[in-house]
């Protein structure tokens, strides 16, 4: 294998993985693969890319990216591992050219030794969670995190953007996903769960929490990327005062210029009440593992 001690970040889709892969990014000796991997490996009818139909047809595993496949994935065939591998080896080189991400301090570049040398941190999405033991199987040193968000304000905006259709839909998915998460933490060595919350509350704890378990030297970081999104301000407006889409760097003292830690209670304020309460009674016991309270009730 080319990509030697990765991280895998397996996050919910607008459960905040795009704040918590920039807190890798962050991190000199990390790169990216530019792109989330199940956008490499896209796979399905509307826009598959060659990457996703090659791998689907070399490990004989149709939808084997596919985000919304909740289903635990069979070890990968060799020819599999090795063109997944090359593939996000190839991606990670992007980075000496890609607009942002070729900066690895906010005034100096990588150079291509540097990226080639990088550890490679991906975030796969969704159902991707589901695909561990194939990464374990092909990465031995590799670590995995799963960041898990409560599932009211998430709901929320899986709601907004229809990627939910309803309380049912929203319900089960993320049950299976995040019991996944749960389960290969309890029973693997280096599988650590992070939340949300406890993101927005100490970002800066929570990154050195993180580069401690994945073996990241947290000196070598001085200030913070991250990639403007628009989101609820406390009118209910979703804006953003910086470039949508463009990478910033913050002292750790200005982070809050770009994480509204309020961001869960602007959400659940779009809800109505009987959906806030079926959602805490239908989603109690894996709160319960995640040590959700009953917040958000009403």
Known sequence: MQIHAPIFLNCFSRGGSNLFWNLFLTHPDVCSPIIE?????????????PEGLRAAWLSRQPRLFDQWNLSP??????????????????????????????FKNENERYTEEEVKQARL?????????????????????????????HPVPLYESHKRRKIASSVDDFVGTYCRIAEQMLNDADRLERYFMVRFEDMLKEP?????QVYAQAGLDRSRVTKIRFKAKAHYQGEGERTTTYEEGRHYWFEPAEIYKMVEPQ??????????????????ERTASVRERLGYAQEFAV
């Open 121 to 149: 941190v991906a975030k796969n999405n969704n159902g991707l969670a589901f695909m561990t033991d194939c990464w374990l199987d092909m990465y031995p040193d590799a670590t995995f995190f799963g960041l898990v968000r």
């Open 73 to 102: 994935r069979s070890v990968l065939r060799p020819a599999a591992k090795t063109y997944i591998d090359e593939t996000l080896y190839a991606w990670k080189l992007k980075t000496v050219s890609d607009l942002d991400m070729q």
């Open 204 to 208: 800066i704890g929570v990154m050195e």
């Open 263 to 280: 961001i869960n209670r602007f959400h659940v304020a779009q809800l109505e009440e009987q959906e806030r309460l079926a959602l805490l």
């Open 37 to 49: 991997t199940l956008q490499i490996f896209r796979v399905g009818l509307r826009k598959p890319r």
